[in-house]
């Protein structure tokens, strides 16, 4: 069954802004790493953010200072506020919970930046 259901990507310009949401059942959610990562055409995935079950985070230096990842552990959801977004942010983002044995992935969301 689906446990990972992301949301919020589209169109934007250069200099614009989306934020991605990410809604996980409970039983994968609690106590998971939960991150981002991308996946441009042509390139392999890579990180770009992750925070941990008590708010710890972690960014790619590319999106350092311009995204900002962040989790309800009430709701089960974590959330990517993307600012400033380049043309080079293009990609399908994907949303991962890592726990100690298993990794869960969504069906991604694809975010282009483009005038």
């Known amino acids: 069954q689906v446990q990972l259901v992301e949301s919020g990507g589209g169109l934007v310009q250069p200099g614009g802004s989306l934020r991605l949401s990410c809604a996980a059942s409970?039983?994968?959610?609690?106590?998971?790493?939960m991150g981002w990562y991308r996946q441009a055409p042509g390139k392999q995935r890579e990180l770009v953010a992750v925070?941990?079950?008590?708010?710890?985070?972690n960014y790619a230096e590319s999106v350092k200072g311009r995204f900002t990842i962040s989790r309800d552990n009430a709701e089960n959801t974590v959330n990517l506020q993307m600012n400033s977004l380049k043309p080079e942010d293009t990609a399908v983002y994907y949303c991962?919970?890592?726990?100690?044995?298993?990794?869960?992935w969504g069906q991604g969301t694809q975010v282009t930046v483009s005038s």
């Open positions: 409970r039983s994968i959610f609690s106590g998971a790493v």
């Open positions: 925070v941990t079950s008590s708010g710890s985070t």
């Open positions: 991962n919970a890592q726990r100690i044995f298993n990794s869960y």
